[in-house]
């Protein structure tokens, strides 16, 4: 069973429409996390969620928005998508938001999310 | 501006070669430092990780090499093989408090020639 799955692995969309990427983790893990990895495969965290609750928030535009039903899910819907939004969108989990051991900070990603935007 | 700088941007050895990929950081509240392996159409993996009490870290063929005091961290892969070939990314966490959110460096191309 694959630990962190993402669907659609493709998707290929106009300018202009509204998309959502689903992500579900059966790890048990507190925490959920969508990167974007552009063309250049630079990663950059866009949110995190722990127990449903919004942690990080880096300076993403609000046509993103995340939306987390329970600790094993993280969506990610973007309304009014623009040609600069292709990417590749992963989703990630880890067991627990901090503490001491360096396994808590272990995240795992998914197979990611190719976005096509044209 | 990149708070984690890394470098080589890609990297080409013989089979058995020992590459070496190097980064660099500013913010001392750094307290993480994993290397992640990520091949073509998948995720990225954990590979090894290091906290900055310690100087080196061994996991089989990877080695972590850290200078706290140069804010430097390296990768050192071991007798490398084709198998190898991936990009690799190294990355730093400032912890808890900053829901341990993985600031990435720009990422390595390796390619392991046979």
């Known amino acids: 069973d694959t630990a962190v799955s993402q669907t659609p692995k493709y998707l290929v969309t106009q300018m202009g429409n509204d998309k959502s990427i689903k992500c579900e983790q059966n790890l048990g893990h507190d925490t959920m996390y969508w990167y974007k990895q552009d063309s250049k495969k630079f990663l950059k965290i866009m949110f995190s969620?722990?127990?449903?609750?919004?942690?990080i928030n880096e300076t993403v535009p609000n046509r993103f928005s995340p939306k987390s039903p329970d600790k094993a899910h993280l969506n990610l819907h973007i309304n009014s998508l623009e040609l600069g939004d292709s990417a590749v969108y992963f989703c990630?989990?880890?067991?627990?938001?901090?503490?001491?051991?360096?396994?808590?900070?272990?995240?795992?990603f998914g197979a990611g999310t190719r976005l096509s935007v044209l | 501006q990149q708070q984690v700088k890394q470098s080589p941007q890609s990297l080409i050895v013989q089979k058995g070669g020992i590459p070496i990929i190097n980064c660099a950081y500013e913010?001392?509240?750094?307290?993480?430092f994993p290397w992640y392996q990520q091949f073509p159409g998948k995720g990225p993996a954990l590979l090894i990780a290091i906290r900055p009490d310690v100087s080196e870290k061994k996991e089989g063929r990877f080695t972590i090499s850290f200078n706290k005091s140069a804010k430097q961290f390296s990768l050192h892969i071991m007798d490398s093989q084709p198998g190898d070939s991936a990009t690799y990314f190294c990355?730093?966490?400032?912890?808890?408090?900053?829901?341990?959110?993985?600031?990435f460096g720009a990422g390595t191309i390796l390619r392991v020639k046979s």
């Open positions: 969620y722990n127990n449903k609750e919004l942690i």
């Open positions: 990630a989990s880890s067991p627990d938001r901090g503490g001491s051991g360096v396994a808590k900070n272990i995240q795992y």
């Open positions: 990355a730093a966490s400032k912890g808890k408090e900053y829901g341990n959110k993985l600031v």
């Open positions: 913010n001392t509240a750094f307290d993480y």
